[in-house]
């Protein structure tokens, strides 16, 4: 196995994802009115049609497609399939929340050593994959050399703390 390069690029975070979209406007709604998440400025340079949103640390910019045929068309839901995944602190809310609001979802659950975690998968307009887990219950087990962790931004914080403490002893 290949031994760990540490963070060769010096990546700090992750910072967007971008989505092309049917109508830019009926996405902008699911991803506020659905997820939370907030518009923000984007640079008035650009000549295409498209808006930023942001919450929980991350950016989804979403793009207008200049070829609707090209989109792939709306499948089952499928939680094998390429999605986006958003931690919360209530899944009975969050399922509550997806009845009232008549979304299509799929329930599933992870068992990995005694460690539930629910998942929830949806579609937003376009067909992108969407998941609401209470991942945080799963630790993080690195496969060699670190300690476990969970997916939390606070162990996440206290496990880079001490990476730096690792670099500064040495």
Do not use: T
Request: charged residues 25%; hydrophobic residues 35%.
């Amino acid at each position: 196995m290949k031994e760990s390069m540490g963070n060769p690029l010096h990546l700090k975070s992750l910072n967007h994802i971008s989505l092309v979209c049917r109508s830019v406007e009926e996405s902008m709604n699911f991803y506020q009115d659905i997820l939370g998440f907030v518009p923000i400025r984007r640079p008035g340079s650009f000549d295409f049609n498209g808006a930023w949103l942001f919450g929980y640390g991350i950016g989804i910019h979403l793009l207008q497609s200049e070829d609707l045929e090209s989109l792939p068309k709306k499948k089952e839901i499928n939680p094998k399939d390429n999605h986006i995944s958003f931690q919360c602190e209530s899944m009975g809310a969050v399922e509550k929340k997806l009845k009232e609001m008549e979304l299509e979802y799929v329930r599933a659950i992870v068992e990995e050593g005694g460690i539930y975690v629910e998942q929830l998968f949806f579609h937003d307009p376009d067909g992108f994959m969407i998941e609401i887990c209470n991942c945080d219950n799963l630790p993080v087990v690195p496969l060699a050399g670190e300690m476990p962790r969970s997916c939390s931004r606070l162990n996440l914080q206290h496990m880079q703390r001490q990476q730096i403490q690792q670099v500064v002893q040495q």
